[in-house]
């Protein structure tokens, strides 16, 4: 899962919807610095609210994405996904084309999420907006594998950048996929990719149900 479609069934409490996508922001801002839901769980009761959220944010990402990773419609999508591209990129070898089909799906349910409920995403920025990143940065750091001092400002840059209004469009999709891929040390995908994607996002959306069969909101409803 993507940040918005962990965050979505949270977004009104800020802080929890936060804490929700801190495990996917570490892992770009600070690799070495682990927010794992063993480490916070004890953390969810905590009498001050804001640990309290965050922590339990950061539990229900990872219990979400243990489901969403082991879901079956997903894995066979993945796969397919990373044989297409490797057959795209003249039968390429290694890492990228499995990376990139699996992003690739998690972004297209970002979209697919932000199409079926108008205003959220921008509900989600507002909420983003309103809370303190470095208090969301204290609470991580009392139980992380390492102090980071690069969350905070890593929050700043989400709410600044708002690259999730990104995923709806195939181009935009693609430029953020290769700021990815450029920041791990793997090479850029070139425009050739386009017409691929606009299949890959068409049978994504076709199999929604099938992918968040465990989702926290009721996907027939015209609002969560």
Same mark, same amino acid.
């Given at each position: 899962?993507?940040?918005?479609?962990?965050?979505?069934?949270?977004?009104?409490?800020?802080?929890?919807?936060?804490?929700?996508?801190?495990?996917? #922001? !570490?892992? @770009?801002?600070?690799?070495?610095?682990?927010?794992?839901?063993?480490?916070?769980?004890?953390? /969810? %009761?905590? +009498?001050?609210?804001?640990?309290?959220?965050?922590?339990?944010?950061?539990?229900?990402?990872?219990?979400?994405?243990?489901?969403?990773?082991?879901?079956?419609?997903?894995?066979?999508?993945?796969?397919?996904?990373?044989?297409?591209?490797?057959?795209?990129?003249?039968?390429?070898?290694?890492?990228?084309?499995?990376?990139?089909?699996?992003?690739?799906?998690?972004?297209?349910?970002?979209? #697919? !999420?932000? @199409?079926?409920?108008?205003?959220?995403?921008?509900?989600?920025?507002?909420?983003?907006?309103? /809370? %303190?990143? +470095?208090?969301?940065?204290?609470?991580?750091?009392?139980?992380?594998?390492?102090?980071?001092?690069?969350?905070?400002?890593?929050?700043?840059?989400?709410?600044?950048?708002?690259?999730?209004?990104?995923?709806?469009?195939?181009?935009?999709?693609?430029?953020?996929?290769?700021?990815?891929?450029?920041?791990?040390?793997?090479?850029?995908?070139?425009?050739?990719?386009?017409?691929?994607?606009?299949?890959?996002?068409?049978?994504?959306?076709?199999?929604?149900?099938?992918?968040?069969?465990?989702?926290?909101?009721?996907?027939?409803?015209?609002?969560?």
């Amino acid at each position: 899962m993507n940040c918005f479609t962990h965050a979505l069934p949270s977004i009104d409490n800020a802080y929890l919807a936060t804490g929700c996508c801190i495990p996917d #922001w !570490l892992g @770009a801002a600070d690799r070495k610095c682990r927010a794992r839901e063993k480490k916070a769980t004890p953390f /969810i %009761d905590h +009498e001050d609210p804001i640990v309290a959220a965050v922590s339990q944010g950061i539990v229900n990402h990872h219990k979400d994405d243990h489901w969403f990773h082991t879901n079956q419609t997903f894995q066979q999508m993945n796969i397919k996904f990373a044989v297409e591209i490797r057959e795209l990129l003249d039968n390429e070898r290694g890492m990228r084309t499995g990376f990139v089909g699996h992003v690739m799906i998690e972004l297209f349910l970002d979209a #697919w !999420l932000h @199409a079926k409920f108008p205003g959220k995403l921008e509900y989600y920025y507002q909420q983003l907006e309103s /809370i %303190d990143p +470095e208090k969301v940065q204290d609470v991580v750091n009392l139980f992380a594998s390492k102090k980071t001092d690069k969350l905070a400002p890593a929050i700043r840059r989400v709410i600044k950048d708002r690259y999730l209004f990104d995923y709806s469009e195939n181009s935009t999709t693609l430029y953020r996929i290769n700021r990815v891929l450029k920041r791990i040390g793997l090479e850029e995908i070139d425009d050739r990719i386009l017409p691929w994607m606009e299949t890959a996002r068409e049978r994504v959306y076709d199999r929604v149900p099938d992918l968040l069969d465990q989702y926290a909101i009721d996907l027939q409803k015209e609002k969560p």
